[in-house]
């Protein structure tokens, strides 16, 4: 077993080169595979040892199963026009104001991701409100506010619920905090989130939105939706499956529990219906985050085998004292910065453990663990690296002829993301000093 000066250096090479590949994806490699090979070759040199496999397993299983049965839900929803339904429904009740509109697609964007997770709300709204804008007759630039918002909202308002964020999950099942205890904590947070999202995507990009649009030419909701019966058995199944959510916490059972019942019954209803198929459903299903989560997490289990979470704990540590906005602030924004290095996925582990290893308590543990998942919710907004949906999203775009480069949304990330994250770590410490 390695140890020492060794450990830290393989245990950064294996994490670097791991990363590297996520990234990239070379051909034929795709994220799963690339992190197995790195949790293999920590394993092999020693890096990690057999048994953290069922730690990190234990850690991740109910965040995967959760997100992937939220993933098929979207999808199957996306398939009967629901979501094209709700955005055409935003458009008309905005009777012709390009800025009401503006802020209704933001609303959309954000009800999107609370329910349906930050991935969904990116990857699904994005293209059709893109269709929408253009059968409006905006011009590139005209629609480009609506785009990035779509994109920009998915992640700043995914903090709300535990399924709204993968890393959402991975910290309420880490730290054994309930459905019905972290909406509680959270709600406020996003809302503060939210208002201070339309604020700054409106200065932003306000010179670029045309005053009115011509209503007559979108078309009408209902026509959207390719099946009805399954369009209103939607509505009862979403029902039930929040009531199951805050149902999770007293009952002591995990959420995957009542959302992966809710895919099923929806692949289920969607095996009888002509608008989709359920096997094709279940193709595009990301399987592949299953297989990324082991290994990924593996990996830099292997950091903190080497001594970084302890050591970034042992800083905590050292700050526990400091007051809940010093703590707000400084874990949020360390948080948010390593995301857009490093990716919010291995940064929430990190963060998780780094926390564990400060030994805080009451109030100020707290404003760490909630400070760490608002950090790794938004971060990645600062760089295109820093989530896997946003390289996803970006490649979305280019198919439709919207090509952004790396430093144009750096540039663009960086003065959107930054007041919003500080307001939304402000917003935390004031309001965990209320309900403590």
Not at 39 to 46: D, E, R, T
Not at 167 to 182: E, L, M
Not at 270 to 282: D, I, P, T, W
Request: glycine share 8%; aromatic share 10%.
């Amino acid at each position: 077993m390695l140890t020492g000066t060794p450990l830290i250096m393989a245990a950064s090479a294996i994490f670097v080169a791991t990363l590297a590949l996520v990234i990239i994806q070379p051909k034929g490699l795709s994220i799963g595979w690339s992190a197995t090979a790195g949790a293999l070759v920590a394993l092999a040199i020693g890096v990690v040892q057999p048994h953290n496999i069922s730690t990190v397993w234990g850690i991740v299983w109910n965040a995967t199963f959760t997100f992937v049965s939220v993933i098929v839900i979207s999808l199957v929803l996306d398939r009967i026009g629901f979501f094209e339904w709700a955005a055409l429904h935003m458009l008309h009740a905005a009777r012709g104001d390009t800025l009401r509109a503006f802020v209704y697609v933001i609303v959309l964007g954000a009800l999107v991701a609370a329910m349906f997770a930050n991935d969904g709300a990116a990857l699904i709204i994005t293209p059709i409100v893109y269709q929408q804008m253009r059968i409006l007759g905006f011009t590139p630039r005209q629609a480009m506010p609506f785009v990035m918002a779509a994109g920009f909202v998915a992640d700043t308002t995914s903090l709300p619920l535990v399924v709204s964020n993968l890393v959402n999950i991975v910290s309420a099942n880490f730290f054994h905090i309930g459905f019905a205890t972290y909406a509680t904590t959270m709600i406020p947070v996003d809302l503060a989130s939210f208002v201070a999202s339309i604020g700054v995507l409106y200065f932003f990009y306000r010179r670029n939105l045309p005053v009115t649009y011509d209503e007559a030419t979108l078309g009408e909701p209902e026509g959207a939706i390719r099946d009805t019966r399954l369009f209103r058995a939607g509505w009862v199944v979403l029902l039930v499956l929040l009531v199951g959510y805050f149902a999770s916490e007293p009952l002591h059972l995990p959420v995957s529990l009542f959302a992966g019942t809710a895919a099923i019954i929806f692949l289920l209803l969607a095996s009888r219906s002509e608008a989709l198929s359920s096997s094709k459903v279940l193709r595009e299903a990301p399987w592949k985050i299953v297989v990324f989560s082991i290994g990924m997490y593996l990996v830099v289990y292997g950091l903190r085998n080497a001594g970084l979470t302890r050591a970034l704990g042992s800083g905590l540590h050292d700050i526990r004292n400091a007051g809940l906005v010093p703590l707000a602030l400084v874990g949020g924004f360390g948080s948010a910065l390593l995301s857009a290095v490093m990716n919010n996925m291995p940064t929430v582990l990190v963060g998780v453990l780094s926390i564990t290893a400060a030994k805080a308590h009451g109030t100020g543990h707290s404003i760490l663990v909630y400070a760490n998942i608002v950090g790794c919710d938004l971060g990645p907004k600062f760089t295109p690296i820093g989530s896997l949906a946003t390289l996803l999203w970006l490649h979305v775009l280019e198919t439709k002829g919207i090509k952004i480069g790396w430093w144009r949304y750096f540039k663009t990330g960086v003065v959107l993301t930054v007041p919003v994250l500080a307001v939304s770590l402000l917003a935390l410490a004031g309001w965990v000093a209320i309900i403590h």
